[in-house]
């Protein structure tokens, strides 16, 4: 049988402290994807390091400049605060479109950042995977068709699976920060800067270090939001993951776009955030046309292959349906 | 007459929803060791090398089996034949394990045995197998190109079938569709996974099994391991789930019944969700050519449909059968239905819900609704102007059959008065709407049975039948019927089955059990209230002796005439007996072949399609169906749920996903398998007619239980046609099919 020491921390420091001594010690929260990684064989972790015993990490704070959300908040507790559906609905709405109530109710905020992949050959250990083991050249990454599912942004030349998350889609549209923290001290990485694109040479998608710790996510206010929207195209209705999301974020005074934030899941390696487009809305009025052209703009870089050629088109759509669903939908108007 | 037509809830409802049911493999067993079966990681080739010792090393692990050391298991050679009363079952021929060489994704390597699961499944990650695949490439359907002749359609049908002239009508008729029609790979998973709990004693085996059809498998493990049927019981007390599946012997239940003989301790192993995928059967998916000849008055001269099936490499058989349906569903005079089959690597494939209807009126009633469109009729309108008024396959009149009842009443409920014939011409807030209905019908079939009843001292009755619980609610109705056929009050009947020891049934498949199971139970019931009758009337002490036999009902469990009775607990007293217990066999008679029995339905589709995306919702179905007499409305009820759930699931998400570069599954768990959940279901209004059919049976029942999955996928495509003018002619639909959608 496969042995694992488990520890309780208390502290973060005490976290990150017992994490280093070790090797192939991982953080557990929620478990919901790791004990599965377990299960199927692809984890083999030496320890887990338990980070629910340390205190004051389930809060979700208004600081009146942010909302902030610690790292422990089920996804159940962030989706129904009233902080977020008052001040950050979108991740509520991005939120509740993931997975199931149950798995939610586990599921918590630094773990959802974390989630890995969900392709069927990162759980086929049989399968090469370059997000599996490094050095691993994913078999859908040189088949000359692609295959269905694959990313449209970020390919690279090891794994183009699509970042699984539909929290961090949303919380990307609401340009949010990820809080980290290190046996020393403290740092805020923008989302889009926490995530990098696969790489080759090792297995990880983010900038998080060996010492470091997601303590939480702060979300500013600054922008002014007051329209949002998430709508997650999938072949199932409930317990899917997407086929292709969109998450938008508006801050429309009297008919005029002042900022926008647009992103879309299952469409890159990582959360995608499309700031060209974003730049283009900025100053415009909330138009249908205005958004079709936003939306023109967002996959004007996109790389299909032939097999997930039709994301692109639906790409395009779902990006103007979301952000007429935004347009409709005001702050506090919706949940 | 009181207990039949009630809506009664089922006997083991509460104790299902309260978990106090044990199911096969919750039976508790002194010294039951575990295994985990390992399972291959290509669908073609062999395996080279095979590594067991890390797995032998464990601590608990008693023995590894590979196909270097597993004792010889023979091919269940009746496999042909499955739904034959003569108990004949068997999923496939190839038996794994017995040579080196893999012939379908997920196909058994090795199984550990230990002291426990956990053991068992940890050992079982650290065998190492090597393999030489062999290359191949694939297609999504099976392609005609490379169809071959079928082994046998359910091993009564002709698998190519013709009635008049097909192609010469086609060809002089004044209107012609020709289109083609696939359907996909699709997996039952029952929340139950398949697993087998052998326990020998003596040189007999014990099996405990869920399983659709516990004389099949007796036959079929017995044929496994070339032992007499005699020394196998097969016991299967209640099964969570089958759906089709679970009817025909899996080799899964053979390899662990000879495990547990060599490792001498009673074997239980599961299946992992998993391997439910590759090795236990599915639906194969079709690929179908279909033509049809009209006139431009809207009569059909011809349909000609050439289905190509998907089957396995080692044996050419095939359940999704899509040409039988549509042979007597219209009164077209010339028909041809030829079915053929094209090898790929998969495990043999078994029946799942409404097997051969789902993918046949799928195309047919696709086909129609496009005829419609051609011809410029309602879709109403065509079905009535064909309507079959006797069965064209046999030459034979219905028993009943009330089909244009269910179009006029579900058009009623439905609305469809409201429907603007002009593609893509209704809107409800922003969405385009579309409504679409399609025909179903399913033959209410009959197979031979046997039961006994038994009259105890303490004034209840013993109903001893062998068929299977599998969730429709079969004890349930057993007991109405047992009950209005004794006359003997519902709370005083028992019913006892899924033991082979019990009386012989045949399988808990095709909708067949009411008309088979449950006109048996009728009528050993009648013998024995018969024999209870005699027992009084030639008795001298009873108070109705001498009476005429035929003026003497019992009622509430008293024999009486009105004026004169006596409790039956009194005359068995009398005969000085602890029980009288009757027993019984029904056969096929002379009288069931004169006329055809079918059940009918009209579905009736609602569906929304975001014009931007294209993205599709179900809105609200409507189903009329005619059933005959309905033994409980509740659970038949219920049956047409699950039916329209799986259609739904047909239609709109469910599809295997297959890497078509190597044939192996890719979307095997139910993450990733898309089955409904409860946000794909729309408002279900279903109903029944309210007619019986005393020309079917003496229950005056027809089939109920598979007609709810057919006909509803070629509804809802054809409301999305009429939503869209995108007509989806692969199954299932999927948001990039209605991508081209005009703004």
């Known amino acids: 049988m496969n042995f694992f020491q488990y520890t309780e921390a208390k502290t973060a420091r005490d976290a990150i402290k017992a994490k280093q001594e070790k090797e192939a010690s991982y953080f557990i929260a929620g478990g919901s994807n790791l004990v599965d990684m377990m299960k199927e064989g692809i984890q083999h972790p030496q320890q887990l390091v338990d980070i629910n015993t340390i205190s004051g990490l389930r809060d979700i704070k208004n600081t009146g400049d942010t909302v902030y959300l610690g790292t422990l908040a089920s996804n159940t507790a962030a989706a129904e605060s009233e902080k977020i559906i008052n001040f950050a609905p979108l991740v509520s709405q991005s939120l509740v479109k993931g997975a199931t109530q149950q798995i939610r109710n586990m599921a918590t905020i630094g773990g959802n950042l974390m989630q890995e992949s969900r392709c069927p050959f990162f759980y086929d250990v049989s399968a090469a995977c370059g997000r599996r083991t490094a050095g691993d050249v994913c078999p859908t990454v040189t088949a000359k068709d692609g295959i269905r599912t694959n990313a449209l942004f970020g390919l690279n030349e090891s794994c183009n699976t699509p970042h699984p998350s539909d929290m961090a889609v949303g919380m990307l549209a609401l340009r949010s920060k990820v809080v980290l923290q290190s046996k020393k001290d403290t740092r805020k990485l923008a989302l889009d800067k926490f995530y990098h694109i696969p790489v080759k040479e090792n297995t990880k998608i983010t900038h998080l270090q060996d010492d470091e710790m997601i303590v939480g996510v702060e979300i500013p206010l600054e922008h002014g939001f007051n329209h949002s929207a998430y709508l997650k195209v999938r072949d199932r209705k409930s317990y899917a993951f997407a086929l292709i999301s969109g998450a938008a974020a508006l801050n429309i005074q009297t008919g005029t776009i002042l900022n926008a934030g647009l992103a879309s899941g299952w469409v890159g390696t990582i959360p995608w955030r499309f700031e060209e487009a974003e730049n283009f809305l900025q100053g415009k009025a909330a138009t249908e046309s205005n958004f079709r052209q936003a939306a023109k703009i ?32 005001p702050y506090g108007t919706n949940n | 007459m009181e207990q039949i037509t009630k809506p009664l809830n089922r006997v083991d409802g509460p104790d299902k929803v309260s978990g106090k049911i044990t199911y096969a493999n919750d039976v508790a067993i002194d010294k039951l060791a575990f295994g985990y079966l390992v399972s291959a990681t290509i669908a073609k080739g062999r395996v080279t090398s095979i590594r067991t010792d890390k797995a032998r090393s464990q601590k608990g692990v008693l023995q590894v089996f590979t196909h270097e050391n597993m004792p010889k298991l023979y091919s269940p050679p009746t496999y042909i034949s499955p739904f034959d009363p003569s108990g004949d079952s068997g999923q496939q021929k190839h038996v794994p394990m017995q040579d080196d060489k893999i012939v379908y994704d997920l196909q058994y390597v090795a199984l550990v045995v230990a002291e426990s699961f956990e053991v068992a499944q940890e050992a079982g990650h650290l065998i190492e197998v090597s393999y030489e695949e062999e290359k191949g490439t694939y297609e999504e359907h099976p392609n005609p190109k490379d169809a071959e002749e079928l082994e046998f359609l359910f091993g009564i049908m002709e698998g190519d079938y013709h009635r008049g002239k097909p192609e010469a009508a086609f060809e002089a008729s004044e209107v012609k569709l020709e289109q083609t029609y696939t359907t996909q790979t699709m997996h039952h998973q029952p929340m139950e996974r398949h697993g087998t709990t052998a326990v020998w004693n003596a040189g007999r085996l014990t099996v405990y099994e869920p399983t659709a059809w516990i004389f099949g498998h007796r036959k079929g493990v017995a044929e496994m391991l070339g032992m007499p049927v005699e020394d196998v019981t097969v016991i299967s007390p209640y099964v969570g789930g089958a759906f089709g599946g679970k009817g025909l012997v899996a080799p899964h239940t053979g390899i662990i019944a000879a495990a547990a003989k060599e490792v001498n301790r009673p074997l239980r192993v599961e299946l992992t969700r998993k391997q439910l995928f590759g090795c236990v059967g599915l639906r194969s998916a079709t690929h179908s050519e279909v033509k049809i000849g009209a006139e431009k008055d809207g009569t059909i001269n011809s349909i000609i449909i050439h289905t190509t099936g998907e089957t396995p490499e080692f044996q050419k058989t095939a359940f999704e059968s899509s040409v039988i349906a549509p042979r007597m569903m219209y009164s077209n005079p010339n028909m041809r239905a030829k079915m053929e089959v094209a090898p790929v690597p998969m495990s043999g494939p078994v029946p799942m819900r409404s097997p051969g209807e789902a993918s046949g009126l799928f195309l047919l009633e696709s086909a129609l609704d496009e005829l419609s469109y051609k011809l410029g009729m309602d879709p109403i309108a065509l079905r009535k102007k064909n309507h079959a008024d006797i069965n064209l396959e046999t030459n034979l009149p219905w028993t009943s059959k009330h089909l244009n009842e269910c179009y006029d009443v579900g058009a009623k409920k439905f609305g469809w008065d409201k429907r603007n014939p002009k593609i893509g011409s209704m809107r409800k807030d922003g969405m385009l709407v579309g409504y679409g209905m399609a025909s179903g019908s399913y033959p209410t079939l009959f197979h031979p049975a046997s039961a006994k009843a038994k009259f105890l001292a303490d004034g209840t009755v013993e109903l001893i039948v062998g068929t299977q619980e599998i969730g429709t609610g079969t004890n349930t109705i057993i007991r109405q019927i047992a009950a209005d056929y004794l006359g003997v009050a519902i709370e005083k009947i028992k019913v006892v089955m899924g033991n082979t020891r019990y009386p012989k049934t045949p399988p808990t498949v095709a909708a067949f059990t009411a008309a088979s199971v449950g006109t048996t139970v009728a009528k050993v019931c009648e013998q024995l209230k018969t024999n209870l009758i005699r027992r009084a009337t030639t008795n001298e002490a009873s108070p109705l002796f001498g009476l005429k036999a035929e003026t003497l009902n019992i009622s509430n469990g008293t ?44 579905n009736f589709v609602e569906v929304e399609v975001d014009p931007i995306t294209g993205w599709a919702s179900l809105k609200r179905i409507v189903g009329v169906y005619d059933c005959g007499k309905i033994i409980n409305p509740k659970t038949a009820h219920s049956q047409l749920i699950g039916g329209c759930v799986f259609a739904i699931g047909m239609a709109m998400q469910e599809a295997a996903e297959r890497d078509l570069s190597n044939f192996r599954y890719l979307n095997s768990d139910l993450g990733g398998y898309h089955m409904p959940v409860q946000a794909d279901i729309p408002d279900l209004d279903l109903s029944f007619l309210d007619h019986t059919d005393k020309e079917a049976n003496i229950l005056e029942v027809k089939s109920v239980g598979e007609l709810g999955g057919v006909g509803l996928q070629a509804a809802i495509m054809n409301a999305i046609y009429h939503a869209t003018g995108i007509r989806i002619r692969s199954l299932p639909y999927k948001p990039e099919k209605l991508l081209e959608i005009a703004e």
């Open chain 1, 298 to 329: 967002a996959i004007s870089d996109a790389q299909p292959k032939k097999n997930n050629a039709f994301k692109v088109k639906l790409l395009e759509k779902i990006l103007v349906r979301t952000l007429l669903m935004a347009k409709e939908t």
């Open chain 2, 559 to 602: 024999i009486t005439n009105g004026t004169k009775e006596e409790s039956l607990q009194t005359t068995l007293k009398r005969a000085g007996r602890p029980y009288v217990e009757t027993q019984l066999q029904t056969q096929y008679s002379p009288e069931m072949f004169k006329k055809s029995s079918s059940s009918f339905g009209a």
